[in-house]
């Protein structure tokens, strides 16, 4: 018996990097997946690479709209929810002295409001003892030259996660963070640096990280399924670090 038989659940974000890797570890556990993505190509894409038993729904997080097309869908097509994965989001470099409203409302927006919403609009939809993951990062707790802005949206995940899990108090369902430490994906070659600051950064880090080295996607889905199954039924409310040990020294 797979971890997630029968399983619905949404992987906001899931056309890349850790959103898709999980994704594709839900789908290999037995699950239906529901993935969202801004733009309809790689959408289309990554239900292509997934293979079966994914749905594309084109949607932006931080769009009200969208997510009300998602969920209308969703309920159109299965009925409910048993996981939500709230991992659409990102974040750019941008130190104090040169943050614009623009970077903070992109940043907000998609990581803070985008995961809220997504995750208040699933609620009608979400079975008893279902399971939400949120993605934060190790950016909640430590800090990080010129990334305050992306690192206080993701502080503010991880306090979603310890508060949500009182007001869903009854309805038997868990709420949990997940933060990742250092894992390259398409998303730093979105920061707003090259491709050698990009590999500059990975090197740089792997000497401060316990075990050595940077972690993969497929790293994080592994810890994501986890907390998604009933293997951590009585995990809630906590922040499951997956960092090589990064931020725990
Ligand atoms: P990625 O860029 O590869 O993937 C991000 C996904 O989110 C993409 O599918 C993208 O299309 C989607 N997305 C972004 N903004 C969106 C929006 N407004 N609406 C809908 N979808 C949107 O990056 P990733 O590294 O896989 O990041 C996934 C999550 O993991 C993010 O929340 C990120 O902050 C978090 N995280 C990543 C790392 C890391 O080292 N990679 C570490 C800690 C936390």
């Known amino acids: 018996m797979s971890k997630l038989d029968g399983k619905i659940a949404l992987v906001t974000g899931g056309t890349s990097g850790i959103g898709l890797a999980t994704t594709k570890r839900f789908v290999a556990e037995g699950a239906s997946v529901f993935i969202t993505g801004r733009r309809q190509t790689e959408l289309d894409a990554a239900v292509k690479v997934i293979g079966k038993n994914v749905t594309g729904v084109q949607s932006d997080v931080s769009n009200l709209a969208d997510l009300d097309r998602l969920f209308a869908k969703i309920k159109q097509e ?18 104090l002295g040169s943050i614009t409203e623009e970077h903070f409302d992109k940043t907000f927006n998609t990581n803070v409001k985008g995961l809220l919403f997504t995750v208040q609009k699933a609620l009608p939809l979400l079975s008893e003892g279902a399971s939400i993951i949120l993605n934060a990062s190790t950016a909640s707790t430590v800090g990080t ?3 305050s802005v992306y690192s206080a949206t993701k502080a503010a995940v991880r306090s979603f996660a310890r508060n949500w899990t009182l007001d869903l108090k009854g309805r038997h369902i868990r709420v949990n963070a997940i933060s990742p430490g250092v894992v390259p994906t398409p998303g730093y070659n979105l920061l707003g640096l090259s491709d050698e600051q990009v590999q500059a950064f990975v090197d740089s880090q792997a000497s401060t990280i316990p075990l050595g080295r940077v972690g993969t996607p497929d790293e994080i889905a592994k810890a994501v399924v986890f907390l998604a199954s009933d293997d951590s039924s009585f995990v809630n409310g906590i922040e499951l670090f997956v960092d090589g040990g990064m931020a725990q020294i």
């Not at 299965?78 to 130190?95: R, T, Y």
């Open 78 to 95: 299965q009925g409910h929810l048993d996981v939500v994965f709230a991992n659409a989001g990102g974040g750019e470099i941008a130190p």
């Open 145 to 147: 030259p010129a990334f």
